[in-house]
């Protein structure tokens, strides 16, 4: 077990991989773990005993709610990974840009998406920017409310619904809607 300033190895010897830091020379753990020598890469790294910080890989699924929707793209700040205990602890915003909303030709992107919208995403890109898909018939929207009346928008025959205006509203919806709870 290592405890986070203990010295490691040389930086002659080892790279610093995950949960380890170099100062002056000198490799040194980051976080509590236990150490990992990767010897055909010649990286040293900490595999952490306790719980860290959700990392954000390419495929992962994630749930975000839509931050603002423009002609060509929408910002969608990230919530959660799907099958992750722990929430994402910073503020992690990706894009989502109109050719990855549907797998159909998308005219304007406030058919697909308002503000506020909760949905399911794929992840096509994580560095340096998220970058994210919809175009899956698992991907879009899982809970939304109306942008007008502001009440919840129900599944009514593979179409959004809003009783309050007595008519459909258009999103692109997820074919999980209505049974996820971020």
């Known amino acids: ?26 490799l040194f753990a980051g976080v509590c773990g236990e150490l990992k020598e990767d010897n055909q890469n010649m990286t ?21 709610r839509i931050q603002s929707v423009r002609d060509s793209m929408a910002s969608v700040e990230v919530l959660k990974v799907k099958g992750e205990k722990r929430s994402i602890g910073n503020y992690t915003v990706g894009t989502l840009h109109i050719a990855k909303m549907s797998s159909e030709y998308v005219s304007d992107t406030k058919k ?13 890109k994580s560095k340096p920017a998220i970058e994210l898909t919809t175009v899956s018939e698992k991907d879009g929207v899982v809970f939304a409310r109306c942008n007008i009346t502001h009440d919840l928008l129900k599944l009514v025959d593979g179409e959004l619904w809003s009783e ?10 997820s074919n999980a809607y209505g049974k996820v709870q971020v």
């Open 1 to 26: 077990m290592k405890l986070p300033g203990d010295k490691l190895a040389s930086a002659m010897e080892y790279m610093p991989g995950n949960g380890v830091y170099e100062d002056n020379g000198e």
């Open 44 to 64: 040293v790294s900490i595999e952490p005993s306790v719980s860290v910080p959700v990392k954000i890989n390419e495929g992962d699924i994630v749930f975000g």
């Open 112 to 124: 697909m998406y308002q503000v506020n919208d909760l949905i399911q995403a794929t992840v096509i």
């Open 164 to 173: 309050e205006l007595r008519k459909r509203v258009t999103r692109k919806t």
